[in-house]
Each structure stands twice: as C-alpha cells, then as structure tokens.
C-alpha cells in the first residue's frame, strides 16, 4: 500500500462525503503486566476513535530470558506468536527505532489511504529486545516513533495518541492544531 500525494487536509471534505468504511487496527505487542498508567493512557485515547475506525491491542506473551539465551532465539520465538495474530492480508507496520520517521500528517496520510482500501492495518511493538528480523522483513512499512529508544508501555499510548490524532486530522477536528 503506498501513499497517495494529496495531503490529508486537502482529502478532508472528500472523507467526509464519502460513506465511511469500517476498519479494524490491531495494535500487536510483545508484553503483558502493563502498569495501570499505560492502560489508562492507552483506553482513553482508543476509546477516542469512532465506532467506524476501531483499535484493538493484542498483548503477545514475551519469551523468558535467561542470561545465556542469545536474543535471536527468543526474538524468534516471540515473532511466532505475534505471527498467530497476524492475517495475510493484512498490512503490517513493525514499530522500529530504525524505522522511518513519520510526521502525524504521515500518520493521517496513511489511515486515510488504509479506509480507502479497505486495509485492517496491524502495528506490532517488539519486546525488550525488539523484533525478529522476519517481522520487519515482512512488514509493509518499518516505523520509527523517535530516534530515541522509548519504554514499551509508552510506545502503546504514543500509538493510540498518534491514530487518534491522524483521525481528527482527517476529520477537521479542533484536536490537532498545528
């Protein structure tokens, strides 16, 4: 799926003549046990998004560590489990802080072209060692929230906040001002 070059304000009246199509986004990640902030930050944000344009965070269980065991097992042992939860079809943004920086309008850009063709986007977040190199290979687009390496519950609100924002990008709401 690429980008289409209008900008996102520009399609704005368009979307909302259209008839809204349904779209599932799956959030997928590595890790359970979240403190209570990131479940709070994380539900008032998804819970934002219309009844049209729904998120469903889907928590992976991560692999043990011990000191002896080399990342790469256990980063492919979790890319199994996230794989369970992922459909064929379905276009898949690995959260990578080597990834390609996206600006909000990016963002919008993007939810705005999914709904168009009627994608069920999943974006994944690795575990503390990140993602398995097939997950990226595999993905349609490697995302980079900061150049900066974040907490993995952080990253789950950051990403709620993101697509809530792209939303009302799209919608013209008050919410994003800049």
Same mark, same amino acid.
């Given at each position: 799926?690429?980008?289409?070059?209008?900008?996102?304000?520009?399609?704005?009246?368009?979307?909302?003549?259209?008839?809204?199509?349904?779209?599932?986004?799956?959030?997928?990640?590595?890790?359970?046990?979240?403190?209570?902030?990131?479940?709070?930050?994380?539900?008032?944000?998804?819970?934002?998004?219309?009844?049209?344009?729904?998120?469903?965070? +889907?928590?992976?269980?991560?692999?043990?560590?011990?000191?002896?065991? #080399?990342?790469?097992?256990?980063?492919? +042992?979790?890319?199994?489990?996230?794989?369970?939860?992922?459909?064929?079809?379905?276009?898949?943004?690995?959260?990578?802080?080597?990834?390609?920086?996206?600006?909000?309008?990016?963002?919008?850009?993007?939810?705005?072209?999914?709904?168009?063709?009627?994608?069920?986007?999943?974006?994944?977040?690795?575990?503390?060692?990140?993602?398995?190199?097939?997950?990226?290979?595999?993905?349609?687009?490697? +995302?980079?929230?900061?150049?900066?390496?974040? #907490?993995?519950?952080? +990253?789950?609100?950051?990403?709620?906040?993101?697509?809530?924002?792209?939303?009302?990008?799209?919608?013209?709401?008050?919410?994003?001002?800049?």
């Amino acid at each position: 799926m690429g980008f289409r070059e209008e900008s996102p304000e520009a399609a704005q009246g368009e979307n909302r003549s259209r008839c809204i199509i349904a779209m599932k986004i799956a959030i997928v990640t590595v890790g359970n046990h979240m403190p209570s902030w990131v479940n709070v930050g994380f539900h008032e944000y998804s819970k934002r998004m219309p009844a049209e344009v729904s998120v469903e965070l +889907v928590e992976v269980k991560p692999e043990k560590r011990g000191k002896s065991e #080399p990342a790469e097992g256990i980063l492919a +042992v979790e890319a199994k489990r996230i794989n369970l939860n992922l459909r064929k079809s379905q276009p898949v943004i690995a959260l990578d802080e080597r990834g390609e920086l996206w600006e909000t309008k990016r963002v919008a850009t993007f939810l705005r072209d999914a709904m168009a063709d009627a994608m069920n986007p999943a974006f994944v977040i690795g575990s503390a060692d990140g993602l398995d190199s097939s997950i990226k290979e595999h993905a349609t687009h490697r +995302v980079a929230l900061s150049r900066m390496t974040l #907490p993995h519950g952080l +990253v789950r609100v950051i990403l709620a906040e993101q697509l809530y924002r792209g939303w009302s990008i799209l919608q013209g709401h008050p919410y994003h001002r800049v």
